[in-house]
């Protein structure tokens, strides 16, 4: 990102847009709590993902739109490459809590407790196979291809996980009538919060209760004195 934003950008120091990327990449762990709650207790898995898996399309077609020079000035191509970025941030800190989750609701435990291995198996193969691709081929396409009159394609280079993601969204929606989709049952945090929280206030309102009682036997020793 930081060759990019050199090269395509005008950016010959990029300090403070890498501080920003990482404020982004933190931002997107964080999302990842509170989208769960809202998956959790709202929404559901299987539109939470839907719905930041759209998001995600948008932040990488952004991101795509920003790196096209000769269409889009300086400024507007830092402000959509940053846009981009949030969007790509809202979206997998969306999308990661829910997907190994919604797969693992699929099964029946602990009847299929084989089956849910080898599910986690070929899902955690394919993530980092599909890293490992990404990181072979992404290079590839932003040097080695010619597009739009530049000596490089960054945009080809965002386009593609834009499309490759937006097929993936369509294979998962034509799959909606094979799934098992449960009915929201609320968050755990949000449980574990709540129930802290009700003892705090049990256990301050019954020692307030105990004070007043020792104050006012107190208060009736004093008298009969």
């Given at each position: 990102?930081?060759?990019?934003?050199?090269?395509?950008?005008?950016?010959?120091?990029?300090?403070?847009?890498?501080?920003?990327?990482?404020?982004?990449?933190?931002?997107?762990?964080?999302s990842?709590?509170?989208?769960?709650?809202?998956?959790?207790?709202?929404?559901?898995?299987?539109?939470?993902?839907?719905?930041?898996?759209?998001?995600?399309?948008?932040?990488?077609?952004t991101?795509?739109l920003?790196?096209?020079?000769?269409?889009?000035?300086?400024?507007?191509?830092?402000?959509?490459?940053?846009?981009?970025?949030?969007?790509i941030?809202?979206?997998?800190?969306g999308?990661?809590?829910?997907?190994?989750?919604?797969?693992?609701?699929?099964?029946?435990?602990?009847?299929?407790?084989?089956?849910?291995a080898?599910?986690?198996?070929?899902?955690?193969?394919?993530?980092?196979?599909?890293?490992?691709?990404?990181?072979?081929?992404?290079?590839?396409?932003?040097e080695?291809?010619?597009?739009?009159?530049?000596?490089?394609?960054?945009?080809?280079?965002?386009?593609?996980?834009?499309?490759?993601?937006?097929?993936?969204?369509?294979?998962?929606?034509?799959?909606?009538?094979l799934?098992?989709?449960?009915p929201?049952?609320?968050?755990?945090?949000?449980?574990?919060?709540?129930?802290?929280?009700?003892?705090?206030?049990?256990?301050?309102?019954?020692?307030?209760?105990?004070?007043?009682?020792?104050?006012?036997?107190?208060?009736?020793?004093?008298?009969?004195?």
């Amino acid at each position: 990102m930081s060759d990019y934003l050199k090269k395509c950008q005008k950016s010959p120091n990029c300090r403070a847009y890498d501080k920003l990327i990482k404020l982004i990449n933190l931002k997107a762990i964080f999302s990842i709590y509170y989208l769960a709650i809202i998956a959790d207790s709202w929404w559901g898995k299987f539109h939470t993902i839907l719905w930041l898996s759209i998001v995600y399309v948008c932040g990488s077609a952004t991101m795509a739109l920003s790196a096209v020079e000769p269409w889009i000035d300086v400024g507007g191509a830092r402000a959509l490459t940053l846009t981009g970025l949030f969007l790509i941030a809202l979206g997998s800190g969306g999308i990661k809590p829910c997907v190994a989750a919604f797969g693992a609701e699929q099964f029946k435990m602990p009847e299929q407790a084989r089956q849910v291995a080898t599910f986690f198996s070929i899902f955690y193969f394919s993530i980092n196979a599909g890293s490992l691709i990404s990181t072979s081929i992404t290079p590839i396409l932003r040097e080695d291809v010619h597009c739009l009159g530049m000596d490089d394609c960054y945009p080809l280079a965002f386009g593609v996980p834009a499309v490759l993601m937006m097929a993936a969204i369509i294979f998962f929606v034509m799959g909606k009538f094979l799934y098992k989709i449960l009915p929201n049952q609320g968050n755990m945090l949000v449980k574990v919060s709540r129930c802290i929280s009700v003892s705090s206030i049990s256990y301050k309102l019954i020692y307030l209760k105990k004070l007043s009682m020792q104050h006012a036997v107190k208060t009736r020793s004093a008298e009969k004195e």
